[in-house]
Nanobody, 123 residues
Framework: VQLQASGGGLVQAGGSLRLSCAFSGVTFSTYIAGWFRQAPGKEREFVAAIGWRYGRTNYADSAKGRFTISRDHPKDTVYLQMNSLKPEDTSHYYC?????????????????WGQGTLVTVSS
């Protein structure tokens, strides 16, 4: 399984970004795609996850109301639309994948990871 994240960049506080994660090589029939983030010196934290078959979602409290996770079946791509960005959202963002139907919010449940994409929010 390969995941390729993109879409990070520099944005002012209050602005928006959309992250994309394209994946390939998935052979299991049901899976969860998730986004995590990790700032320097901090642990990796959950942002959002979505079930591929039924679209069931799970969000961290920090993401609720501001971020939206979505998927595109034909393109095998998951998106994270981030609005009303804050300086504390500055981090490396990682996409992840796991087999199954439960959108877990802990990194240890996800065996497949893409490289990070850096999001910097200036004040």
């Amino acid at each position: 399984v390969q995941l390729q994240a993109s879409g990070g960049g520099l944005v002012q506080a209050g602005g928006s970004l959309r992250l994309s994660c394209a994946f390939s090589g998935v052979t299991f029939s049901t899976y969860i795609a998730g986004w995590f983030r990790q700032a320097p010196g901090k642990e990796r934290e959950f942002v959002a996850a979505i079930g591929w078959r039924y679209g069931r979602t799970n969000y961290a409290d920090s993401a609720k109301g501001r971020f939206t996770i979505s998927r595109d079946h034909p393109k095998d791509t998951v998106y994270l639309q981030m609005n009303s960005l804050k300086p504390e959202d500055t981090s490396h963002y990682y996409c992840a994948l796991r087999e199954g139907q439960i959108p877990y919010d802990t990194a240890r449940h996800y065996p497949h990871w893409g490289q990070g994409t850096l999001v910097t929010v200036s004040s």
